[in-house]
């Protein structure tokens, strides 16, 4: 929802009806992303069949989002919206590396005989 909220501010007024579009649509894909990441960490905290394709689906989610943060750091035109996306990306930066670590720990600590 932040993700949301901070998009409409990305979006510049002279913008094309087809760039806020575009940016309303990318912040929409950001939330079912961080929803998806939440699953995949839930499968694989779990210890399920399915850890290993969790893992997989978290690596790609996390790859997806990254390639929309990028493209919605290109709608940042003025200082406020840039700092806005600033702030964002630098967020995003210390949650991708924890939840990825956390996410193979968690897999890897159930594989590896103790």
Known sequence: MLLF?????LAPLTASALAMNDAISIAGQQR???QRMV???????QHTMLSVSAVKQMDDTIRQFDRNLEQ???????????????KISRLWF?????????????????????
């Open 32 to 34: 079912m992303l961080s």
């Open 72 to 86: 919605l750091v290109l709608f940042a035109e003025t200082p406020k919206e840039k700092k806005v996306i600033g």
């Open 5 to 9: 909220s901070c998009c409409l501010l």
């Open 94 to 114: 210390a949650y991708r590396v924890s939840a990825k670590q956390s996410a193979l720990l968690h897999f890897f600590d159930r594989r590896v005989p103790g």
């Open 39 to 45: 699953k995949a960490y839930a499968l694989v905290g």
